[in-house]
């Protein structure tokens, strides 16, 4: 270790122990928003490295998603992510604690329109689907229909913000096994809820992505949810 790096990982009164009393102790926004930017350059540099170091302060971003100020729950999220980037699946366990908060911020966002917490919720929700997919199973079908909301499928909202949904989506239809994220792509379709035809189009197009990458086995499995989905569901539509 350098020892400027020494000195961030064991001074008690160092950066790391200034920034936990800016966050829990300070009434400006500003402050709080700046701990939370220099917990993130911090974490991004080291805490690959020294994971047993940075992930107890995962907690301190986390309870700043309950920030009353925009900003400071903005950059919450970014801390948040680039954690879960840098520390892998020792995140998991807390995933209940923020993945929640990151879907419900998605959704108010693609309700509300409002494009700039609609780039930092999918752009936290870009990182942590890349690093810890395999764990998102229970909250699957909340990503998948959110990430096909009719603003972002039909062109109203920011072009960055369909971009990285769009990419998004491609890398769950690519990365993560068929069985797991199959169920939660069928329930997106009822009869109750059906999507818009935009919608219903590109859940298409992942399906169709799905299907070409099954081997026989898992095809043998699974042709009976396709056939179910489309001649139940689908071409009622």
């Known amino acids: 270790l350098k020892p400027e790096e020494?000195?961030?990982?064991?001074?008690?009164?160092?950066?790391?122990?200034?920034?936990?009393?800016?966050l829990s102790d300070s009434t400006s926004a500003i402050s709080r928003q700046t701990a939370l930017l220099t917990l993130e350059i911090v974490a991004r540099a080291?805490?690959?490295?020294?994971?047993d170091k940075f992930t107890p302060l995962l907690e301190?971003?986390?309870?700043?998603l309950s920030d009353q100020d925009e900003n400071v729950i903005s950059s919450a999220l970014i801390c948040v992510a680039t954690f879960v980037s840098e520390i892998g699946p020792l995140s998991v366990p807390h995933l209940p604690k923020f993945m929640p908060v990151v879907l419900e911020r998605l959704?108010?966002?693609?309700?509300?329109h409002t494009n700039e917490r609609l780039l930092s919720s999918l752009s936290a929700l870009m990182v942590i689907v890349r690093h810890i997919s395999r764990?998102?199973?229970?909250?699957?079908?909340?990503?998948?229909?959110?990430?096909?909301?009719p603003s972002l499928?039909?062109?109203?909202?920011?072009?960055?913000?369909?971009?990285?949904?769009?990419?998004?989506?491609?890398?769950?239809?690519?990365?993560?096994?068929?069985?797991?994220?199959?169920?939660?792509?069928?329930?997106?379709?009822?009869?109750?809820?059906?999507?818009?035809?935009?919608?219903?189009?590109?859940?298409?197009?992942?399906?169709r992505d799905i299907a070409a990458r099954m081997k026989p086995q898992a095809v043998a499995a699974h042709y009976k949810h396709f056939l179910n989905f489309f001649l139940e569901g689908a071409f009622d539509f």
Do not use: C, W
Not at 60 to 64: D, L, P
């Open 60 to 64: 301190n971003a986390i309870q700043a």
């Open 46 to 51: 080291l805490a690959k490295g020294h994971s």
């Open 153 to 207: 499928v039909e062109g109203s909202s920011d072009g960055s913000a369909a971009s990285i949904g769009s990419q998004i989506l491609q890398f769950l239809s690519e990365v993560v096994e068929p069985r797991l994220l199959l169920d939660p792509m069928f329930s997106v379709y009822t009869k109750q809820s059906a999507p818009t035809s935009a919608s219903l189009i590109r859940l298409f197009d992942v399906l």
């Open 135 to 149: 764990f998102l199973h229970p909250y699957a079908s909340q990503i998948i229909a959110l990430l096909l909301h």
């Open 6 to 22: 020494a000195d961030i990982l064991t001074n008690p009164n160092g950066i790391l122990g200034l920034v936990v009393k800016m």
């Open 107 to 112: 959704e108010s966002a693609l309700n509300s």
